[in-house]
Each structure stands twice: as C-alpha cells, then as structure tokens.
C-alpha cells in the first residue's frame, strides 16, 4: 500500500459540486473502509469565497485561484464540475500534463473533446471517469465499459434528459401546451432560463455520444449526432399519439448495422405499453441491447445534486482504490474500432405526419399516391374531422419502417401539391406499428 | 504487459458453460481489443468425453479429468459452472490454492460458503468474482460494489427468480391455480422437475444474501434470510389482490435500520402502479436504494445461457484485464463490518389475512378486537359473501405496518377462536397500504 490518504481537488462548488463535497464528508468512513484509505477534500474552487455555502467546508480549503488546485502537488485527483468547455478544457488538460487524475461530470466536453481529453489521459498515465455525465446517479457508463463488455452492443434507447421527460410528462397528463408546461417547469427549477440546452436536445445528443462512443467502442462525437428538440410536439400531437396507442418521449437513440451506426434524438412516438413509456417526470431509463445478454435497463434519477454526487464520489473512490494500491489506471478510451456513422437520410424508420389539406373528394388518394410513389408505405389513416368551416381536413398518416430520404421526398412533393395547406407534424415511430 | 494470452479453463459445459464458451469464441475478436490479450479457453471438464455438444470445443481441450484444470500450470482463470456446494467447492479452494482466479455463477455456494471462498482468495492472492450468481445477466453486483460505492445501502428490493415470476404472471393474467401453471411451466423448460429451489424460494434467499453482504458491507450468508416459497399462493389471493390494487410477487427484500438488517423472501403484495409489478414472466428488476443516488433500478434476463454467459465472460474480462497488466485483484469481499440480523418476528410489515369464520353477527367486531388487543391497526375489511351454505364467512383483513410478532401473536389468538375456522392466507404488504 503506497498511499493512506487520497487528496482530492474540486473545480467548482455549484449543485453538484456540494452534492460532491456533502457525500464525501457525510459517507466518509464508510467510504474510508471500501478505498483502504481516507479521501479528503483539499481545495474546492469558489468564484467567490466570502459566500456563503450550503455545504461546510474549513475556508482554509476554499480558493479562488485554480491554481492552488492545478499545480497543488498534494493534490491526487481533480473533480471538474463547471460544466461548459472552458476554462473546463483547459483546466483538466493542465491537471492531467501534471499527473492528477480526473473525474468529471461534463458531458459537453466529453462529447465534443473526449478523443483529446482521453488521449491526454493515456499519455500523461492517468485516469479519467465521467460516470456522472450521463443518467446522473444511475451506474450505466462502468456497466457498459465492463459488466457487458462481453457482449457486442446492438442497440441502445433510452430517455435522458428529465427536463424534457418532465415537461411530455406533463403535456400527456394534463392536456397543456409545451410552452405552458416549459413556464411550469421553470418555476418548479426543473428547467433553466434559457432551456435551450434541454428542450432542443443538445443535452440528450452530448449523452448519447458518450454512450455511443462506449457501446460501439467507435469514437462519436456530438457532430455525429442528428437531433431535434421538443420545442414543435403540440398538444394535438400528443392527443392523436394516444388515440393510435402512443405516446411522445424524447429518446436517444443509436444502433449499429451492416451498413453503419445511426445516432440519434428526437421526440419518439413508442407504445404505450412500451417500459419507457412508463418512465415519468424527471426519471431517465436506459435500454441497452447486447447480442449475449440481450436487453437490460438502467433506470433512476437522471439529474440532481445528491445522484450526480453519488456517481462522481463512485469515480473518486474507484480511482482512489487504484492509487492506494499503486496500479495505473488502465481503462480510459475503449474507442478501438472506427464505426462509419450514417447520416439521418439514410436511417429507417416509420413515421406519423400530421398535415392540412383541402376537404375534397380525391384528396386522400392523391397524397397516399405520393407516399406510394417514394416507396412510404402506410400503416393507419386518421381523419377525424374539419377545420375552418370544413374547408380544411387534417389528416394523420402513420408509416411502415421506411427510408427518411424517401419520407422527405414525399414529403417535399406533397408540399408543392395545391391540395396540402402544411406538413403539421412529423415524429419517428419506434418499437414496432400497429 | 506481462502477458500475451490469457487461458481459462471450464468447469462443467451445462447450458451456463457452454454459453460462456460460445461467447468467448464468437466476440473473440472484439474481447481481445477490450482486454488488450487473448483469451483462450484452455480446458473444460465434462463428464463424458464423448457426448455431443452444442457448442464446438476442439477435441484435445476437454477432459474428465479435474486435475488437467486444477494442477494446470498453464491456466490463469477457472470458471465454475456445475453449481450445487460439492465437488464445487473444493475444486475452488484448490484452483485458488494452485494461483487461479475464479469466475463463479455458484449462488448456492455465495451464500452458504462465501466467506470461506472470499478468505481464500484474500489469502492465495487471486481474484473471484461472481457477478453471474445475481440476476443472469443483469450488471447488479459489480454495478453495486462499484458505482454506487459512494452509498449507504437503505434497501435492495426485487424480482430475482424468473421461475416463480413467470408463474406468478401466469396465475395473475390466466387466474389459473399454482399446481397448474407449474406443470405448464415445467413442461416449457422454465422450471425443473424438481421445482423446489425456485418455488421454495431457496434460490432468491441465496441470491439476497449475496446482494445483502455486499450492499450493506456485511457478511449475510443464507441462515441469515428468512424465506417462504410462493406454493401457498392461491387464486384466491390473487383475486382479492386484484380487488385491493395489488399485484403478488415473490419479493426479495433486505433493509437496513438502526436497529439492524432484516433479510426476507416472501410472497409479497405490492401496489399494481408499483414499478415492479410491471415485471412480468421470467424477467428480474431490482431496486437499490441509497442515501445519495435515490432508487435505481436494473431490469433484464435474469437467467439463461447467453445472458447469464455475458456476466461470466464480463467477469473473465475484468480479471484477464488485471492479469494483462499484472495487476492484483484488490476487490474481492467487501464485508467490512458486522451488523446484527433482525430475526422475521422482529421486522414490521403490513399484512394481509384471509380467514374462514363463522357467518353470525358479532363475528367481525370480535376478530378485529383480537387484533386490536394485539397493536395491529386494521386499514381494510373485505367482506365478499359466504360460503358452504351461508355457515361460513370468508373475510379480508389489510392491516398497517405492525409489527410481526404482534400479528402473529394475534393470529394464535384468533385459531384458538371457536367462531374462526380457519387462517387461509398470510402474505405481507410493501410499498404502502391504501
């Protein structure tokens, strides 16, 4: 045993930094017992240090200047909670070129730096884990790295941003409009003030990268990845997806095919008797599909301060067990292979389209027509009624699993047809039409 | 790196070996770059030479005899499938004693020998892992000793016998009677001719005490858990289950309290919403609950040959990972207190009772003196009718949260009753009474 006490340095005291520090005094002798020697918290930096703070850390701990942690030699392991790309960036490259080892929770960063931060791990010969930037507390990225590491993954589908899941939630419970719910939300501190980051998916698409990155051992980076936020699903939408047995869930998505990996997020109608369906509110659940253990679930809450702790203080105490004992990390980067990743043109799936069209005899051939000609075949018709005095007749078509690009052909004929007024809605189906 | 190849030998190519063996040859390829070695299966021991498998071994790498495993100076890791305690658990103290790691799908013996078997690695040095005894191929032990390592355990619960769910899903969608279903079970291979490891609740009681000692890092060995099977339940019950909103389960469940651990199997009525009660056939679910992370869940196959191979060849991966960079293995048992087992007349549950008693007035007010007397609160009354000619009555009781002993102190008191003809049921209540 080379070392009885492991010193840890944390870059930011915001929520989950003080989940962080509160977990680590609060559990520290059981965690004492598990690492086989004591993890104490020797710097946190703070913008500001005369604030005051929900968690108690001794103010000699406290600094406001980085590099009392960066260059702190005591300092064995750096835990990066900022969040953003810099000074997040630059901060862990600095620690790692001198020796420490790093945990963080910065999805942004790993999905659009982890080929740079994981190959600066390699060489500078430390570890880093990022379990908490995906699912919060819920353990899925050390599962997929090592408990299904003997299984070749060929799926994986999951709800992982429980702003978004908290706000369809709502809208399929009460009725409400997205903007309604979205103001809701914000209030209740389940979205930001600029939500744009949740509800236009560019939270679920840096997850989903991470995770797709692991399960393919493929690099993916957030440029990899299409995705649509839920900001256009509208209360009718969610109305018909429950008359045809569905209902709307933000999903991530990513498989791998002979022809390549598709990675994507977008509002997902699936059946309603669907497991994920039953996910609510902020909760995240993760499918993943292995050719051995076929499909397993990851579910819990995906966010907070407490989960997201528990994941980093999971992180540190891994890392910690392998400095007490001597042994250098040696599962940073899995990304063995190079998976070609498909374009969102060339993916299949089925749809629903929700359009407006004039209310006359013919008009339901002559848009089946068109979906005939691009090779979309249908599914289900759903014409309930008219608008505006029934010159207007809103039609809802669900697809079989066809070619996007051969949907958005259709797609672009029927909106030069005279007969269509506007394409109202188009939301990908997944697990099966019925 | 100090090796190149890592060999393994194979005790026993039943279905769970011969799935080990299919795997590690078939994602041979993608092992070998998540390792950074070779993994070969060196040697598997079968009982007849000559008998034909289901999975191609070549010729020359089976053997009858144990010691081409055991006394092989070439093999690093022995996997032991036969299950049951002997000849399994003298052949892993030997392989542990000669220098190999062991990879165990050996609940049986987790439970009633673990910390034998963990002492002896301790001691020889070598790694044992055994994540396939819990939940086939559900991540759950390493997911609970890893990544929720930042917790105190509050509360395992869960479905972790797929025979006895696959019979209790039948009996609750078909309303069929127990003796029933098990011969339709046993005749589609999902329980044995002899049924009485799963239906006795034998096989979840291991499984709880291995998943108990880790989560709360304390030794339970089998002893330890009081369990029942789900033999007594009858259609009956989950009639009336139904009618109270509940679904019966056969539940694991291991809680922690100030004043100790309890550690029970039982036939368990949780509330249809319940998450679980959504787990159907031969399906497992468990939820962790802890301090920091909340609840979380793992849901999956809990058994078979590829699923419960996939945890195997995760195992094997892990510790030929250490051996490829001559890493000693430095998580083996985790039991680093000692905490007092409540005995079951010591927990405190609700329950529901369903009893035969004489149809005249009075009889109701009378029982439910006898439970009051007995500090069990009475939360509600069915009533449905009668029975052999209007002489019998049948009656429901759901009690609150009392504890055991005061209910079975009454139940003594309510048999000795002239106007009681009988105890028909007594299946407790958990997730709230309503």
Redesign the interface.
Same mark, same amino acid.
């Given at each position: 045993m080379s070392k009885k006490q492991i010193k840890v340095g944390i870059l930011g005291l915001g929520t989950v930094g003080s989940?962080t520090a509160r977990?680590l005094q609060?559990?520290g002798d @059981?965690?004492k017992?598990?690492v086989?020697s004591d993890i104490k918290i020797a710097k946190v930096l703070v913008r500001d240090l005369s604030r005051p703070r929900a968690v108690e850390i001794p103010l000699e701990a406290l600094t406001d200047k980085v590099e009392d942690i960066l260059e702190n030699p005591e300092i064995d392991i750096v835990v990066e909670v900022m969040g953003g790309i810099e000074p997040a960036r630059t901060y862990i490259l600095k620690a790692m070129a001198n020796g420490k080892s790093i945990v963080t929770a910065n999805k942004e960063l790993m999905a659009k730096h982890g080929k740079e931060i994981l190959e600066a791990a390699e060489k500078n010969h430390v570890a880093i884990q990022f379990?908490a930037s995906v699912g919060g507390?819920?353990?899925i990225i &050390?599962?997929m790295k &090592?408990?299904? !590491?003997?299984?070749?993954i060929e799926e994986i589908m999951g709800i992982i941003n429980g702003t978004t899941n908290y706000i369809l939630t709502k809208m399929t419970d009460e009725g409400s409009d997205f903007q309604e719910v979205l103001a809701e939300a914000q209030k209740a501190g389940y979205a930001e003030a600029d939500p744009t980051a949740d509800v236009g998916g560019y939270d679920a698409a840096y997850k989903i990268a991470i995770l797709s990155s692991i399960g393919f @051992?493929s690099r993916v980076s957030f440029d990899d990845v299409y995705f649509e936020g839920i900001d256009k699903v509208t209360a009718e939408d969610i109305e018909y997806a429950k008359d045809l047995g569905y209902t709307i869930k933000l999903l991530a998505i990513a498989k791998e095919s002979p022809e390549g990996i598709e990675i994507r997020v977008h509002p997902t109608m699936i059946p309603s008797k669907h497991?994920l369906a039953?996910v609510k509110d902020v909760f995240n659940a993760i499918f993943v599909k292995?050719? !051995?253990?076929?499909?397993?679930?990851?579910?819990?809450?995906g966010a907070?301060q407490?989960?997201t702790?528990? !994941?980093?203080?999971?992180d540190?105490?891994?890392i910690a &067990?392998d400095l007490t004992?001597d042994?250098?990390s &040696?599962?940073n980067c899995?990304c063995?292979?190079d998976k070609k990743v498909k374009k969102i043109v060339d993916i299949e799936s089925s749809y629903y389209v929700r359009l407006d069209c004039s209310n006359q005899p013919g008009v339901l051939s002559q848009i089946a027509g068109v979906f005939g000609e691009n090779n979309v075949g249908l599914c289900s018709v759903i014409q309930k009624g008219s608008k505006v005095g029934k010159e207007v007749a809103e039609i809802v078509w669900v697809t079989y699993q066809v070619k996007e690009k051969d949907l958005q052909q259709a797609l672009k004929e029927l909106t030069s047809l005279s007969i269509v007024q506007q394409i109202s809605s188009v939301i990908r189906v997944e697990g099966g039409v019925h």
């Open positions: 989940g977990i609060e559990n @059981s965690i017992l598990k086989g379990e507390g819920i353990p &050390r599962p &090592r408990c299904l !590491a003997a299984n070749d @051992s497991p039953a292995g050719d !051995a253990v076929g499909e397993v679930m990851f579910y819990g809450r907070g407490m989960p702790g528990s !994941a980093i203080v999971a540190v105490i891994d &067990r004992h042994i250098q &040696r599962l899995t063995f292979t």
